[in-house]
């Protein structure tokens, strides 16, 4: 069973920085692109970035770029998110979610249960 | 960017009535489109990719359509269940964006 599981979540003064973290089990975390995804409280989904199964290429949204970094270990089956300069407008819940390759695309295809960053002061 | 523009925003229906929820790309992104449904409080659940394939274990009431820059989700007799915001989400190339959402309600 695919299982991924968010942590590091909780509350940052603005201008600070938080690392998420992502534990995948029930696949070959290796063979797989890796996103993540936010939501805003009571809004809609937003793709914050993604990383190549060799972590060779990321690729994020124009609104984090410079300011986060996604990264993987594969031999620890971790995803992480670095954030720094954090901004109001970025509490959100943040999910770890597994890209599967179709027609030479990633989407995704199954996500964990998310955790939640608070940007306040 | 492309952007992705779903309607209805909300909409409100009684059981058994077919539901259809509508997504436009700004630019053609061919068949590059995913659909996803959020239950109150739940994670994201993958419906449908490639425009009209339907993700493993999802009940066949679910179908999609369209290619370019129309694309459709629609259930065929919609059920109690169903309640959920619907997101396309395009993945031509990041930023892989999602619709702003549309919200089904039984009536």
């Known amino acids: 069973e695919v299982q991924l599981v968010e942590s590091g979540g909780g509350l940052v003064q603005p201008g600070g920085s938080l690392r998420l973290s992502c534990a995948a089990s029930g696949f070959t975390f290796s063979r797989y692109w890796m996103s993540w995804v936010r939501q805003a409280p009571g809004k809609g989904l937003e793709w914050v970035a993604n990383i190549k199964q060799d972590g060779s290429e990321e690729y994020y949204v124009d609104s984090v770029r410079g300011r986060f970094t996604v990264s993987r270990d594969n031999a620890k089956n971790s995803l992480y998110l670095q954030m720094s300069s954090l901004r109001a407008e970025d509490t959100a819940v943040y999910y770890c979610?597994?890209?599967?390759?179709?027609?030479?695309?990633?989407?995704?295809?199954?996500w964990g249960q998310g955790t939640l960053v608070t940007v306040s002061s | 960017d492309i952007q992705m523009t779903q309607s209805p925003s909300s909409l409100s229906a009684s059981v058994g009535d077919r539901v259809t929820i509508t997504c436009r790309a700004s630019?053609?992104?061919?068949?590059?489109l995913a659909w996803y449904q959020q239950k109150p409080g739940k994670v994201p659940k993958l419906l449908i990719y490639a425009a009209s394939t339907l993700q493993s274990g999802v009940p066949s009431r679910f179908s999609g359509s369209g290619s370019g820059t129309d694309f459709t989700l629609t259930i065929s007799s919609l059920q109690p269940e169903d309640v959920a915001t619907y997101y396309c989400q395009k993945y031509d190339g990041a930023p892989r964006t999602f619709g702003q959402g549309t919200k089904v309600e039984i009536k």
């Open positions: 630019q053609g992104i061919s068949n590059y």
């Open positions: 979610a597994r890209d599967f390759l179709t027609a030479r695309r990633v989407t995704s295809d199954y």
